[in-house]
């Protein structure tokens, strides 16, 4: 079956630090990838989204390329805020449309 | 994207009782899933909800627990039936494929559980 491994938090950081999120995937076929985020006391954003190989999601400055070599998605933003202080979440979907997720990366970033 | 609303946005209820959750979209969707979060953990997807006919459960999920609607394809709702301490969580309600991103899912805000 489907499954997301995520990189796990807490991750503390820095304002304009530089963050990176570690996503690898487990999926049958070629499945879209995404990512969400949960800022503190909101509901579940998309991020950003890749659906083939070698795609490039982008969104608010994060990036993620969807490598099928090595079965990654990992997310990247070159100069963090506060105010990406947020949850983080992998998700795959397949043909049914269905999400997987990780099990979530908590961020925190300080002024 | 959609835009979703669930009602209610949170509750306390005693164990025992069951609480039905409301998820409108503002739109005709194809697809509506019920996810369920627990404190401090991810998402798991709980059923998908088929407009017309009887959802479609997940390992671990069964109708006598969750029993779900799905009237019209702008509508649905999750029970939770004979509620327990252990069914506190977060249920969310999403839709998709929307618009251009045809795989892409919009979630609701949320409905926040806790169970005395």
């Known amino acids: 079956g489907n499954s997301v491994t995520q990189m796990e938090g807490p991750v503390t950081l820095s304002e304009e630090a530089f963050l990176t999120i570690n996503c690898t995937y487990t999926a049958t076929g070629y499945p879209s990838l995404f990512w969400y985020v949960q800022y503190p006391g909101e509901g579940l954003q998309l991020l950003l989204k890749a659906t083939k190989a070698d795609d490039k999601g982008s969104n608010k400055g994060f990036e993620a390329t969807y490598r099928k070599e090595t079965t990654s998605f990992h997310l990247e933003k070159g100069s963090v805020q506060v105010s990406d202080s947020a949850v983080y979440f992998c998700?795959?979907?397949?043909?049914?449309?269905?999400?997987?997720f990780g099990a979530g990366t908590t961020v925190t970033v300080r002024a | 994207s959609a835009v979703i609303s669930q009602k209610p946005s949170r509750d306390i209820c005693q164990r025992g009782t069951s609480l039905t959750i409301q998820c409108q979209v503002d739109s005709q969707v194809t697809m509506m899933f019920w996810y369920r979060q627990q404190p401090g953990q991810s998402l798991t997807l709980i059923a998908t909800a088929n407009q017309g006919s009887e959802a479609t459960y997940e390992s671990g999920f069964v109708i006598d627990k969750f029993p779900i609607s799905r009237p019209n394809l702008t509508f649905s709702t999750l029970t939770v039936s004979n509620m327990s301490p252990e069914d506190s969580s977060i249920y969310l309600c999403?839709?998709?494929?929307?618009?251009?991103?045809?795989?892409?899912?919009?979630f609701g805000p949320g409905t926040r559980l806790t169970v005395t």
């Open positions: 998700a795959l979907s397949s043909n049914d449309y269905k999400l997987s």
């Open positions: 999403s839709v998709g494929p929307h618009g251009t991103g045809k795989d892409e899912q919009y």
